[in-house]
């Protein structure tokens, strides 16, 4: 009898990632301080395009001292390294990823509460956790930044807390700064309410201390709920069980009360402090900047649970592109589609677009408007998308169809042609000062609205015809010229500002009857016009 769940397990994952080409399996030694995370991150910045990009496994990993983890792999990128990984994690097609979360959010399955589980085979408590090489230093947790990171960091690590009111569990994807065999330092970013934020907050107010556990490798179904925008007081267990058509398996920690994943790797248990801070950092975050030291909360670790043999999931993160935007591009786009669409009723919108190089998703949205949508319409759609969440929307753009929304030149074409800063710039002030480094002059930031659609017709794109670019391209093809990959816009189209006698005069251009078309002008000589004068409306009587 098949007793496993209806859902992967990181293991089953990584072996699915393998078996369709999507994972380089390093059987090598890897020091996981100094070399692990630059191997990975050559991925992303060494012109590798992203459909060739893969999941890592490291099956023999050591640390700059030269020690040695047995039992333990880490992998990276086995998460979001490509939207293709993340779909098959999601066990959905790469189409179908927003509305699975759609679906998912509403529609929530409680968990299962299982007496034994795969993450509690061993259990460290007490002396176990105290000294060298025991408790957390026992982990291959990795360096992210070598060079700039103060510790190995949890980054793909979900913490589990539970608001002390209502009795609901949250799951966030929060970094946790190693400090000691027994002490970890977390950032929960109050300023964008983040659940265990949140919950911290009432702990504190009660005189308790907060209760956590830490999850590591945890089943791909859980793991992206950690980062996806779930409501404040939404169990993310239960829309990771919708995802799964099924309960998600889940165990009681054996020394906090608090429910995980069953068959996740390593759960770490503890106490968060409610009285004192401790100085985090530095580290590298994902606004492409070091996150400088400052105080964060701090959590007594009381008990390590794990498989015998484990997995540890981390993610690549830093300047962008990375894991850890691709995690969450792929769920937040189509999320602010629907609400723009459906809870806010724009149907002129019809794609939501984080730009993600260097950026991280946050700061710049992309609205793409259909021709023909009242121009309140477009503004309603601005504002909607800066006011969805705290921390996405800096900067709200709205752009055509014809607009490549991926290709940040295109949107830069459109806000130098297709807008005035006068009349279609607003500024919304009292915005919070996000995630990144703070600027010169306190922590109100603002909001800039930007319509750079078209306000009327336009001339027609300056590049050939699709008919004579297509005809050049075989020529190319046939003289064994240098592959192509063709970058949007790579043929002209019109715009709207165009005349079939344009039309005809090109045609006969494109045909060598040239001569023509200066008959046709010097017939339409004018005495009268002024340079530059428009010359609409001419007719030529050349057939």
Same mark, same amino acid.
């Given at each position: 009898?098949? @007793? ?125 956790? $105290? ?13 992210? /930044? ?74 791909? $179904? ?14 993310? $267990? ?31 248990? %503890? ?104 121009? /309140? ?46 009349? @279609? ?25 930007? @319509? ?28 064994? $010229? ?13 715009? %709207? ?35 530059? @004068? ?10």
């Amino acid at each position: 009898m098949d @007793d496993r769940p209806g859902y992967d397990d990181l293991d089953a994952h990584l072996e699915k990632l393998a078996a369709a080409g999507l994972l380089h399996v390093i059987d090598r030694e890897i020091d996981k301080d100094r070399e692990m995370h630059p191997l990975v991150r050559w991925q992303y910045r060494g012109g590798i395009p992203e459909k060739n990009r893969k999941a890592f496994l490291f099956t023999n990993v050591t640390d700059a001292k030269g020690r040695a983890y047995p039992g333990a792999r880490v992998t990276i990128g086995a998460l979001a390294a490509t939207p293709d990984i993340y779909a098959l994690g999601l066990c959905k097609p790469r189409d179908d990823i927003g509305k699975t979360w759609l679906a998912a959010m509403a529609a929530p399955i409680p968990p299962k509460v299982v007496d034994t589980a795969p993450c509690q085979e061993v259990v460290l408590t007490g002396d176990d956790l $105290l000294g060298e090489g025991k408790g957390l230093d026992a982990l291959p947790i990795p360096i992210s /930044t070598p060079g700039y990171d103060t510790a190995p960091y949890f980054t793909a690590g979900l913490w589990a807390t539970r608001d002390p009111d209502t009795g609901i569990q949250n799951l966030g994807l929060y970094r946790g700064n190693l400090k000691a065999p027994d002490r970890v330092a977390v950032m929960m970013e109050r300023s964008t309410l983040a659940g265990g934020g949140v919950h911290w907050l009432k702990y504190k107010a009660r005189g308790e201390k907060m209760p956590a556990a830490v999850v590591l490798g945890a089943p791909p $179904l859980v793991a992206f709920t950690g980062p996806q925008k779930l409501p404040l007081g939404c169990d993310e $267990l239960t829309v990771a069980g919708a995802l799964a058509g099924c309960p998600i398996e889940v165990v009681r920690c054996k020394t906090v009360d608090l429910l995980v994943p069953a068959t996740a790797q390593v759960i770490v248990e %503890g106490l968060i402090d409610t009285d004192s801070l401790e100085p985090e950092g530095p580290f590298g975050e994902s606004h492409g900047y070091m996150a400088l030291e400052e105080y964060n909360f701090s959590m007594t670790v009381t008990a390590i649970t794990r498989r015998k043999n484990y997995t540890i999931a981390s993610i690549i993160s830093q300047v962008t592109p990375c894991e850890s935007s691709v995690i969450k591009k792929v769920a937040y786009e189509p999320l602010y589609l629907d609400h723009l669409r459906n809870t806010l009723n724009i149907k002129g919108v019809t794609r939501v677009s984080m730009h993600e190089p260097l950026t991280n998703l946050r700061r710049f949205l992309f609205i793409t408007i259909a021709k023909g949508t009242p121009h /309140t319409e477009v503004w309603r759609a601005l504002m909607g998308a800066a006011s969805f969440t705290p921390a996405i929307g800096k900067f709200c753009v709205a752009i055509d169809e014809d607009i490549d929304p991926e290709n940040t030149d295109h949107v830069l074409w459109a806000m130098a042609y297709r807008s005035n800063p006068v009349t @279609d710039t607003h500024v919304i002030p009292n915005r919070g000062k996000g995630h990144g480094p703070q600027l010169p002059g306190g922590a109100i930031d603002s909001t800039l609205l930007v @319509d750079a659609t078209a306000k009327g017709d336009f001339p027609p794109v300056a590049l050939p015809k699709k008919e004579f670019m297509d005809r050049a391209r075989g020529i190319w093809e046939e003289l064994g $010229l240098p592959a192509l990959a063709p970058e949007s816009p790579w043929s002209g189209y019109s715009l %709207g500002d165009w005349s079939e006698e344009w039309d005809a005069c090109a045609a006969r251009a494109a045909s060598g009857d040239w001569l023509a078309n200066g008959r046709r002008s010097a017939a339409a000589r004018s005495a009268t016009a002024k340079p530059q @004068d428009p010359a609409r409306g001419i007719v030529s009587s050349e057939k």
